[in-house]
């Protein structure tokens, strides 16, 4: 069981983020919850949780492309909730173009979502989970975390820098009770693929389920996406005592992706 703690996870409005809040909420873990929505719905998502787990909640919109954003909201939920004991850095955006054609904003907003928040909600989590002797720190890389694809130049690096970002702070941290891991997943079920399916859709002229088994038959020898609460449950694995001696990791869950 989780009661007590605080787990932060950053994009926990959609996808394998609020997959894993719910995982983390049915072991009684209080949850500071994260994600673009309107401030309305964001307050009655976690009001939802709170009744639903009887845990305790806190939401917030930060703009993760803002440091300042980042930095104000972990001060405020640290305060709401008490701590930080378990941060699962998730949050993240795609676009695919050839390096040639990639525009330079979207490099940016995926450099600064996917990789660098990271980096900031780590330097402010980490001085207070030494102090506790305790604390989990999940990022949520991808296989592209390991592995190239065409048309993925700012995915790719960011998911190669979060590797590399995790070693180095499981190193850091791994005398003061804080394990630091990349779960590095294959295709999930998700509404952040759904501009991919679509792009094999209409350049093949398929409808969108054969479009999507393409897809994601393309690359990985598992014909099926994987459901998002699979990362969830993966990550309250890492949560666990057993998993103590697991940090610096880059852990695939990629139906054989990368086995290849
Ligand atoms: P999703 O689109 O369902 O969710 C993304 C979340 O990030 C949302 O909560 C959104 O509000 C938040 N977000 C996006 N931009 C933000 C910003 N500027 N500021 C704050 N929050 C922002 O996507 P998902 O598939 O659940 O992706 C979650 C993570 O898993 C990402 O890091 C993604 O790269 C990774 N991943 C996904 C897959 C897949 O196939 N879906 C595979 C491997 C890795």
């Known amino acids: 069981s989780l009661e007590g703690k605080v787990g932060l996870i950053t994009g926990s409005t959609s996808g394998i983020g609020l997959a894993t809040a719910q995982v983390l909420a049915e072991q ?47 001060a405020e939920g640290t305060k709401a909730l008490g701590s930080i004991d378990i941060l699962i850095n998730n949050a993240g955006i795609q676009h695919t173009d050839s390096v040639a054609s990639f525009p330079i904003e979207k490099w940016n907003d995926i450099i600064a979502i996917n990789l660098s928040s990271a980096f900031h909600t780590m330097q402010q989590a980490v001085p207070a989970m ?21 048309n993925k130049a700012a995915y790719c ?44 859709a209409n350049t093949k002229g398929l409808d969108y389920h ?28 890492l949560c666990g005592d057993a998993a103590r001696g697991i940090t610096g990791a880059s852990l695939a869950m990629d139906g054989g992706w990368t086995a290849q």
């Open 28 to 74: 009684g873990c209080n949850l500071i919850l994260h994600g673009l929505l309107p401030e309305d719905e964001g307050q009655s998502m976690a009001a939802d949780f709170a009744a639903q787990y009887r845990i305790r909640t806190f939401f917030s919109n930060a703009d993760l492309r803002q440091p300042e954003s980042i930095h104000r909201f972990m």
């Open 157 to 200: 690096a960011a998911k190669h820098g979060i590797v590399g970002l995790t070693k180095v702070v499981a190193i850091e941290c791994a005398e003061q009770g804080i394990t630091v891991n990349a779960i590095c997943p294959g295709w999930v079920d998700t509404p952040l693929i759904n501009k991919q399916i679509e792009a094999v």
């Open 210 to 237: 054969e479009a999507r088994y393409q897809l994601v038959t393309a690359k990985q020898p598992l014909p099926e996406m994987l459901d998002p609460r699979q990362i969830g449950e993966f990550a309250l694995f």
């Open 130 to 150: 030494a102090q506790k002797r305790w604390g989990r720190i999940i990022n949520i890389a991808s296989v592209h975390g390991l592995v190239a694809s065409v």
